[in-house]
């Protein structure tokens, strides 16, 4: 199957451009206009993709190969873009896909394996490169031409400058990039109001900013009155048809349940699935392939709510910052007892990250479910890494045996408690 997709990657020489900034910009300036836009994100990063949903409307979505393999990168990109995962939700008229890092950076030891680059080849998606120009005027071209001629099967299609000191600053950078016939799609001042505030995994959440879409609103007319946007949707459909046929759901789960397309509810197991400020961390299609399985999905505040949802049969905590919000969970002692009584009543449940802090007995000292034996603590390092492991015995995520893929980003460490049972 041939797709017409409008598309384009937004990457940069290193992390701190403004990768971000632009690419979030990008979708509400041009959603502005009346365009549908997709976003997506290289990589498992759940935070950049938030502010892309507050920016377009719809679910931002991940794209990367260690997690799910190359072959589901297009699959995955056409799913997201064409109907958004909602009902009734129109196809998108542009994707635009923000990089991570910088441009060849991958997985470490594999020739850049999962980096913006693979993903642009996979997608055969033009790039728009951003350079943060603050520090330097004349060797941004060199920057730029050591970019676009690193790997010629990547094709840097236009640039933005960003963070320029001045009219005088950025034009000195226009004179030096002329000769290379890579267009400057528009040059970004120096603001303080377009940049969102960081903690020590990255941005703060847009879920968990009250001003978020305030600063987005500032952005997009920012980014309207600085960049060419006809010349940016020139670029995107200068991008070849793909082939490939978008993911599905149903498919996924080969047909394990009445799937979401099923309006009545009755006889499918509802599973909870944590969110509010604390649980931000949450993969789109992971609630799509419960439904699918035939499950009904009901959202949970474990800051808000003092029960879970009626007939709960299952809970999904992901990941989030529950360290950040550690008093307010802890206060909440309905909702402990409420996920306490479950567990031990053996609902089955699947925590990761924060879930797994928030089940715990504490974290940094402050009481918490005490589902599990254990005490999670702040730890001084970052714990960065994709994963792959081995499964050793039989639970509802996988049989004895089988390897999983994961990706391992925190700055916590759990320590079970002394003779605490730790054997599957």
Known sequence: MVSELPRLVVAAPASGHGKTTVATGLMAALRRTGLEVSGHKVGPDYIDPGYHALATGRPGRNLDPHLVGEDRIVPLLLNGARFGGTRG??????????GVMGLYDGHIGREGFASTAHVARLTDSPVVLVVDISHASRTIAATVLGMATFDPAVRIAGVVLNKAGSVRHSDEVRRALAPLGISVLGVLQRDDDVTAPSRHLGLVPAAERPEAARS???????VAASIDLEA?????????????????????????GRGSGDDDDKGRPLIAVAGGRAFTFRYAETVELLEAAGC???????????????GTAGIYLGGGFPEVHAGDLAANEPMLRALRAATSAGVPT???????????????????????????????RLTLAYRRS?????????????????????????TPAAGADTEP
């Not at 939700?89 to 923000?98: F, L, Q, S, T």
């Not at 987005?216 to 920012?222: Q, R, T, V, Y």
């Not at 759901?249 to 394990?256: C, I, P, S």
């Not at 995520?397 to 990706?407: K, N, R």
Request: aromatic content about 4%.
């Open 89 to 98: 939700g129109r196809p998108a008229d542009i994707a635009v896909i923000e």
């Open 216 to 222: 987005l609103d500032h952005l997009a007319g920012k």
């Open 232 to 256: 940016v949707m020139r670029i995107a459909r200068s991008a070849p048809p793909l082939r490939g046929r978008a993911w599905s759901a149903q498919e996924a789960v080969a047909g394990g």
């Open 296 to 310: 009904s999905v009901a959202p949970f505040d474990p800051l808000a709510d003092e029960s879970l949802p009626d």
């Open 350 to 380: 699947v925590a990761e990250c924060a879930g797994l802090l928030y089940l715990c007995r504490s974290l940094d000292g402050v009481p918490m479910v005490g589902a599990i034996d254990a005490d999670a603590a702040m730890a001084p």
């Open 390 to 414: 081995t499964a050793v015995a039989d639970s509802v995520l996988a049989a004895a045996g089988t390897e999983v893929t994961g990706h391992e980003f925190h700055r916590t460490a759990v």
